[in-house]
């Protein structure tokens, strides 16, 4: 089955946030984020958003629904997300065992000590809520995805 991935319109927001808290994601969709959604048959089974926050670009809320897992949904998202990223960099904070998944998009692991303060908190505070998550960061010129 195709995927299409597009960027959402705000008036579509508040229904990508609900179904968010549905998969499990709890951060929600702040004012300003550019919100890229994967579709199948109309049907949305995939959301990541870009935030600006403390002057820095986040890759957030990467979410692929149960049902589309492991169908490549996650890759058509990271792709058409860098492709609109430019060369502008980026970080994330993902889990670890999808180190390789965000490496192929040019996303290297930063060392928490030379983390930006406001992320290395963020880190700190998804640690203690039991995650395995680690900073990671893209550079003004990453390497195009190998998919």
């Known amino acids: 089955m195709e995927t299409s991935v597009r960027i959402a319109a705000a008036s579509e ?3 990508l946030a609900s ?3 549905v998969w499990g994601y709890r951060a929600g969709i702040a004012a300003g984020d550019a919100v890229f959604v994967a579709e199948r048959s109309g049907t949305v089974v995939g ?3 870009r935030s600006r926050e ?3 670009t986040m890759l957030r809320g990467m979410y692929v629904g149960p049902s589309a897992r492991r169908t490549r949904v996650g890759t058509s998202l990271l ?3 860098v492709r609109d990223l430019g060369e502008e ?3 994330c904070i993902p889990f670890a065992h999808l180190t390789a ?3 192929k998009a040019g996303f290297t692991v930063v060392p928490e000590a030379i983390a930006p303060a406001s992320l290395a908190a963020r880190l700190q505070r998804y640690r203690l809520e039991g ?3 680690l900073l990671m960061h893209r550079a003004t010129r990453g390497r195009p995805i190998d998919v």
């Open 89 to 91: 960099e980026c970080y």
């Open 13 to 15: 927001h508040a229904a």
């Open 54 to 56: 403390e002057g820095l």
């Open 47 to 49: 959301i990541v958003r």
């Open 19 to 21: 179904l968010y808290e």
């Open 79 to 81: 792709v058409a997300f």
């Open 131 to 133: 995650h395995d998550v």
């Open 101 to 103: 998944f965000y490496g």
